[in-house]
């Protein structure tokens, strides 16, 4: 069995409040798949757009293989997730309610390379504040007790 990789988008974190989560898996070309599980992929600003009924995973960036055709290798092009209709319909009724989806995170399961969905709000500069204060309280805590 293959060792699952996993890369985390902490970004989508610091500015989103993620609520709800969701699983799908992506088209990719044999290239893609070998980039992502060798030099991996850049979700910083992956963010979900739906269209015609599909959902594309748009700003998630693969660098190029380096022993494949670099012709056929585009980093930042859109790529289509698979879902089931349910879980799109999920994702237009977010869209209408004024979420955010964003790619909270990729990981291999198998063969098979997955990304984690992230449904939530926008944080604002206050709120992204106040998690900040709150993760440093928490740190000194544990510094304090570790002592």
Same mark, same amino acid.
Do not use: H
């Given at each position: 069995?293959?060792?699952?990789?996993?890369? @985390?988008?902490?970004?989508? /974190?610091?500015?989103?409040?993620?609520?709800?989560?969701?699983?799908?898996?992506?088209?990719?070309?044999?290239?893609?798949?070998?980039?992502? *599980?060798? *030099?991996? =992929?850049?979700?910083?600003?992956?963010?979900?757009? @739906? %269209? !015609?009924?599909?959902?594309?995973?748009?700003?998630?960036?693969?660098?190029? /293989?380096?022993?494949?055709?670099?012709? !056929?290798?585009?980093?930042? *092009?859109?790529?289509?997730?698979?879902?089931?209709?349910?879980?799109?319909?999920r994702?237009?009724?977010?869209? %209408?309610? %004024?979420?955010? @989806?964003?790619?909270?995170?990729? /990981?291999?399961?198998?063969?098979?390379? %997955?990304?984690?969905?992230?449904?939530?709000? =926008?944080?604002?500069k206050?709120?992204?504040?106040? !998690?900040?204060?709150?993760?440093?309280?928490?740190?000194?805590?544990?510094?304090?007790?570790?002592?």
């Amino acid at each position: 069995m293959a060792r699952m990789k996993r890369f @985390i988008n902490k970004n989508a /974190y610091r500015i989103c409040a993620v609520a709800e989560k969701l699983t799908a898996g992506v088209v990719l070309t044999g290239a893609e798949v070998k980039a992502i *599980r060798t *030099r991996g =992929i850049e979700l910083k600003d992956a963010i979900v757009r @739906i %269209k !015609d009924g599909e959902a594309f995973l748009v700003n998630a960036v693969i660098n190029p /293989y380096p022993f494949a055709r670099i012709e !056929d290798q585009q980093p930042s *092009r859109e790529r289509k997730l698979l879902l089931k209709e349910s879980e799109i319909k999920r994702l237009i009724n977010a869209k %209408k309610a %004024k979420l955010t @989806i964003v790619a909270t995170a990729c /990981y291999t399961k198998g063969r098979w390379i %997955k990304i984690e969905l992230g449904i939530g709000r =926008i944080k604002n500069k206050r709120q992204r504040k106040q !998690d900040l204060i709150e993760r440093e309280a928490e740190r000194r805590l544990r510094q304090g007790l570790t002592q």
